[in-house]
């Protein structure tokens, strides 16, 4: 190699050494973040349970009289008004028992005037010693016998005429009707035969569990499960919880076995859209309200069991945070303790932000939003970023 190449590769050697040696003085540039601080609202705290739906009312009819079932006068799943006529039970024999009753009843009335008169009678010759005190009593005797017969004829006319009204079967309740399970020209047995149910579809209540635990606490704290308390509910597709209704009945015992206690809700239903059997969510109030901070899921970093929020300290340095988590109100997650309406939470870049690195923070603003479906209380957020093993 000739000499000048020599002195032309130290040269170009020693100018890339020069040119690493002075970038290692600039640091790199700080990541850019929005700030915020939590928003203050009065919330209430709420628990979520799984139930179903049912019918306040629920009758399955049955014939008052045994017979042949001549007509139907309904259309299956229809709904029908309380008296409404549902089923004709052939009423030949019950009327010709009538007629045999009425005439019974007749020819009690005609004993019994003919009794009174002859009583009568007795009671003018009595005055004139033509007849004897003993015929006086045998007639009285007569008469209250006569008596009891047009009472027993009357009563037995009043069965007959009841026998009759019974070959027409009426809606006990107004509700929805179930299809027709006997058809016309059927032997039905009075009080046996099922022919169809109603059920009531305004309102209708909401049946859960609660377990002991929860009772208690409710029953302390005098909300949740006392009469008139709050509940929301949301139907397996629905995203909100759009339903609304009262708790109107606590059992009076816990389950031995399941250590949980019946409760039912009321829930105004005038649209019908709501079936007896349906399963839904229900939200019930278990809190009075309370002034809580908010901030939104996405500035929650999970750490294994721990929830963890980034706040922006003076000196623009991260710092790590261990919150309480709440439930969701307003879009937003109820944050129970660890944080401070002052403090400057990191709402947007959190994935590129470390404890303590410093950042270039953006002044946010945290606001309510109910757009996505609010989970349990009970459900953690996502992990934002994963927390460095180093933080505290």
């Known amino acids: 190699m000739k000499p000048y190449n020599l002195v032309f590769a130290a040269a170009a050697f020693a100018a890339i050494l020069s040119g690493c040696a002075g970038g290692s ?3 790199p540039p700080s990541p850019n973040v929005t700030a915020a601080t939590p928003l203050v609202s009065e919330v209430a705290d709420w628990d979520e349970y799984v139930g179903r739906f049912e019918a306040t009312k629920s009758v399955e009819v049955r014939p008052r009289a045994t017979g042949y079932l001549s007509a139907v006068h309904f259309n299956d799943g229809q709904f029908v008004k309380k008296g409404q006529l549902l089923f004709t039970v052939d009423s030949r024999p019950a009327k010709a028992a009538l007629d045999q009753a009425r005439a019974q009843l007749a020819q009690a009335e005609a004993e019994l005037t003919n009794a009174k008169t002859q009583l009568a009678r007795s009671k003018t ?3 004139t010693g033509a007849a004897s005190q003993e015929e ?7 008469m209250r016998s006569a008596a009891a017969q047009v009472a027993a004829a009357k009563a037995t006319v009043r069965a007959r005429e009841l026998d009759v009204s019974f070959t027409r079967v009426t809606a006990p309740i107004s509700g929805r009707i179930s299809e ?6 059927n032997t039905v047995m009075a009080d046996n035969t099922i022919l169809t149910t109603i059920m009531s579809v305004n309102p209708l209540h909401f049946t859960f569990q609660g377990s002991e635990a929860q009772l208690l606490k409710y029953q302390r704290d005098k909300t949740g499960t006392s009469k008139g ?26 389950s031995v076995g399941g250590g949980t206690i019946r409760v039912r809700a009321l829930v105004p239903n005038p649209d019908g859209f709501l079936k007896p059997g349906m399963f ?4 019930l109030e278990a809190s009075k309200p309370y002034a809580a901070l908010l901030v939104p899921d996405e500035a929650i970093v999970a750490d294994a069991s721990r929830k963890i929020v980034y706040v922006v300290g003076e000196d623009g340095a991260v710092e790590a945070k261990q919150v309480q988590l709440g439930p969701i109100s307003q879009g937003l997650r109820v944050i129970r303790s660890g944080l401070t309406k002052d403090d400057r939470v990191i709402i947007a870049g959190v994935q590129r932000a470390r404890p303590g690195q410093q950042v270039t923070a953006k002044d946010g603003k945290i606001a309510p939003s109910n757009k996505a479906p609010a989970p349990s209380a009970n459900t953690a957020p996502p992990a934002a970023a ?6 505290s």
């Open 25 to 27: 003085d600039t640091p």
């Open 125 to 127: 010759l009595s005055e």
């Open 136 to 142: 006086l009593e045998e007639r009285e005797a007569a």
């Open 180 to 185: 027709r399970l006997v058809d016309p020209g």
């Open 229 to 254: 308390a709050a509940v929301r509910i949301r139907l397996a597709d629905e995203n909100e919880f759009r339903h609304h209704g009262t708790v109107d009945f606590v059992d009076n015992a816990v």
């Open 280 to 283: 839904g969510n229900l939200r």
């Open 386 to 391: 994963a927390l460095p093993a180093s933080a």
